[in-house]
């Protein structure tokens, strides 16, 4: 990663700064910093003192927990993943779910097809687990060389999975076998559905009763655990063998806690699931994402709908937020003092835990203030975004 800054160090006159141009890179190294006078440089203030204006170049992120869904809404959403992210795991929860490999491969023309020509944004297909997959699909989605994962809904657990597992130690455990001989990662939304465990537990819940005991009985077994959003979530993921069991972290569970979800009124938008926590966790989750550890990686869990079956009785749980997710990314670590290591998580330990090549292509972070979109038309109605109509301060060009 290259940063470039300039920084003030003059609270009153605007002609004598000092210039620091320095490159980092995991090693952090060749800096040089020289004083030169300039005469009509503008540098933006904030609190009373001049800001740093800041760009950086990033080898270009993949999201590895993506909904593009189908239809006009998949037309709507894809562009805007496909110009900032390389690649995408992209789940498999529509209607019907994709549980073979040739439904696989039929969405994934699908999405090609809903993309600008010029476009070398690359889906990374997932089938959608259930009681009845087979070892044998588990092979053909190995040979056909576009599915990369196997996603595990716990049957009710999110949008779309009332045809999720039911039996993951008995129906399903021969799949899990089978998964380990081909190297195919499982995808895990971890949550239980008992309805008598408080929402806010049903992570820590079935890390306990599901997600330990299955690393145990299958250790060589590849594991992501989608979402995290508890301290317990971040001490399990420590807790294993690194290369094997990683997380996916959204910009909505390092931003926002459940507090999100009343403060001045019930707001729908900052619906999802796993559903918000409480502050610490969030904090918890922070602190993981930013120090730099491999086992957490870029995933938006961007989870569109459109505007009327989030505004209505019954809304649905999702968040998109793939117009606005590295601009998110970008603030998390910046307030956290770790700009540093932002590249390693949204462009490194993804493609180093699925084993595939990093990107090559590169894009750019400025530090430029920019207004986000009350909403985003499409044939069917609206979309509104993470951050509806707010200021960000990071403004991604490609």
Not at 299 to 322: L, Y
């Amino acid at each position: 990663m290259t940063i470039l800054w300039i920084q003030s160090f003059s609270s009153r006159k605007l002609f004598e700064y000092e210039v620091c141009f320095t490159v980092l890179s995991n090693q952090m190294i060749n800096s040089s910093i020289f004083t030169c006078s300039v005469s009509n440089l503008h540098i933006p203030k904030v609190g009373g003192l001049e800001k740093a204006k800041m760009e950086l170049s990033l080898t270009r992120p993949d999201d590895w927990h993506l909904h593009l869904r189908d239809g006009d809404l998949l037309q709507a959403v894809a562009p805007h993943s496909a110009r900032l992210f390389g690649r995408a795991i992209v789940m498999p929860n529509l209607r019907p779910p994709i549980t073979t490999t040739a439904a696989a491969v039929a969405y994934r023309e699908s999405i090609l097809k809903a993309l600008n020509a010029d476009s070398d944004f690359t889906p990374l297909m997932t089938l959608y687990l259930t009681d009845t997959t087979s070892p044998d699909e588990i092979k053909l989605a190995r040979k056909s060389g576009v599915v990369y994962a196997v996603k595990l809904y716990p049957a009710g657990a999110t949008t779309n999975s009332q045809d999720g597992v039911t039996d993951l130690f008995g129906k399903c455990f021969p799949v899990l076998q089978e998964m380990v001989e081909q190297n195919m990662p499982l995808l895990v939304h971890g949550e239980v559905t008992d309805p008598g465990i408080d929402i806010f537990d049903r992570e820590k819940v079935f890390i306990d009763t599901v997600l330990r005991p299955l690393i145990q009985k299958l250790p060589q077994l590849k594991v992501v655990m989608e979402h995290i959003t508890t301290a317990e979530a971040v001490s399990f993921v420590e807790s294993c063998n690194e290369g094997m069991v990683a997380a996916t972290v959204t910009p909505q569970h390092l931003l926002l806690n459940r507090n999100s979800l009343f403060q001045g009124g019930l707001q729908p938008h900052n619906y999802c699931l796993p559903v918000l926590k409480r502050e610490v966790h969030r904090q918890a989750i922070v602190s993981a994402v930013t120090s730099g550890s491999r086992r957490y990686f870029l995933g938006t869990d961007s989870a569109p709908h459109e505007r009327q079956r989030k505004e209505c009785p019954c809304g649905c749980a999702g968040i998109f937020n793939a117009p606005v997710a590295l601009s998110l990314y970008a603030k998390v670590f910046d307030e956290a003092g770790a700009l540093d290591k932002l590249e390693a998580f949204t462009s490194f330990n993804g493609p180093d835990f699925y084993g595939i090549p990093r990107n090559t292509s590169t894009i750019k972070l400025c530090r430029t203030p920019w207004k986000v979109p009350e909403c985003f038309s499409f044939a069917s109605g609206d979309i509104i975004p993470m951050f509806a109509g707010e200021t960000l301060e990071w403004l991604p060009s490609y």
